[in-house]
Structure formats: C-alpha cells, structure tokens
C-alpha cells in the first residue's frame, strides 16, 4: 500500500540514519536504553519534516555589523501531545527541536465491555485553535487510540493537527484518515499488516514496554 493510496497524507520520512536506528529498535535483543534513546532521536527527525513549513516571523537583531530584520519562530510555538505512555520518550525527541513547545498528556484505555478507548487522563495546552499541534505516539496499530486522540484535541478547538508515529500499519492508516480526512501522519515506516491480536508486523512489540523495561 503506497502513500498514493492515502491521498498524500501519509508523510514516510527515509534516512539512512533513520533507517539503521529502527533496525536496532526491532531487534528483540536491543536493551531499553538504547530502544529509549533511537526513539527520542528518530523523533527528532520526524518532527522536523513535520514542523517544515511552519510559519516564520521576523525581528529585528544588532549583528556586530549593523540592525537586520531575520526570520525566527513564532512566539505562539506548536503544541506538543503525548499519548501516554510511550508517547512521551517523543516528545523529548520533539522537545530538542522545538524547544519552546507546550507538552500535553492524553491517558487511553480501552473499555473492556466496549472495546473502545476512553480517556483516563487530559491536560492540554492554552490557545490550540491560534497554534499547531503535533500528536505524538510510536505506534500507529489499529487506529483507535489515535482517532480518539484527535477527536478530544478538535473539541479544544485544536485546527492544525499533525501526527508523528515510529511505526504505522496500513489498517491503521486508512481508518484514521477515513475519520479525519485532514490529518497528516509522518512516520518512519509503513509495516506489513497487523496480526490477529492488532500488534504491528514485523513490528517491534510493544513500544511503552521496551521503553520502560517492562
């Protein structure tokens, strides 16, 4: 399944150094420090293709040489949403770039007579409708999490959403962009197909537990 076939709005993100961080992250043997440690700067990278056309402003510096009126980044930075828990070892990724950023927290479970998730916990930044928003979780699987994710960032009132992910299956994919039809996801690489219990394959496991060693 090709970016083609998402109308665009699958961003996959290719660098030879991308590339050989995640080889270490699918290896079962790669110990948590360094899986935490690729995770954070693989996140780096996609958050800087991500943020590429973010509107600049201007001000004026004195260089050693006279007064120059230069582009910088908007007083209003991007707002950063982890989706916890393994969301948040991205953000720190996002962080080293986006240094002025606003972090949020969006806690999911799944409602076991349901199935569908709920939230558990919610803190968001100020202002969403005036400032970019940048969802950020390693694992685009089923879909689930994430629509639910941005459903509760577009009741705030957030308008420019963007999705950063390690890792999407093409099911996952299709049914976020068939909700939210205005989305953009970037991610590092699109995986062959989820298994009959959703896990991404090939994969990596669970992301939050090969973070945290647990």
């Known amino acids: 399944m090709t970016n083609l076939e998402f109308n665009g709005h699958l961003h996959k993100v290719s660098h030879p150094f991308i590339s050989d961080r995640l080889t270490q992250m699918r290896d079962v043997k790669t110990p948590s420090a360094i899986f935490r440690k690729n995770l954070q700067e693989i996140a780096t990278f996609l958050t800087y293709e991500a943020l590429a056309d973010i509107p600049l402003e201007a001000r004026v510096v004195e260089t050693p040489m006279q007064l120059s ?11 950063l949403v982890s989706i916890l828990r393994a969301g948040n070892a991205m953000v720190d990724g996002a962080l080293a770039l986006s240094r002025n950023s606003p972090v ?5 479970k799944r409602n076991e007579e349901t199935l569908e998730p709920e939230d558990y916990f919610l803190r968001l930044p100020d202002q969403l409708n005036s400032r970019m928003t940048l969802v950020c979780d390693p694992m685009l699987a089923t879909g689930g999490s994430l629509i639910r994710a941005i459903d509760i960032l577009k009741q705030a009132n957030a308008t420019q959403i963007r999705v950063v992910c390690l890792l999407a299956a093409p099911e996952g994919v299709k049914k976020v962009l068939s909700v939210h039809q205005d989305i953009h996801i970037w991610t590092a690489a699109l995986d062959d197909h989820l298994d009959d219990k959703g896990y991404i394959v090939p994969g990596l496991g669970d992301a939050g537990d090969r973070i945290y060693g647990t």
Request: hydrophobic fraction near 45%; glycine fraction near 12%; proline fraction near 19%.
């Open 69 to 79: 009126k230069q582009p910088c980044l908007p007083n209003l930075a991007p707002a």
């Open 104 to 108: 949020g927290m969006i806690g999911l």
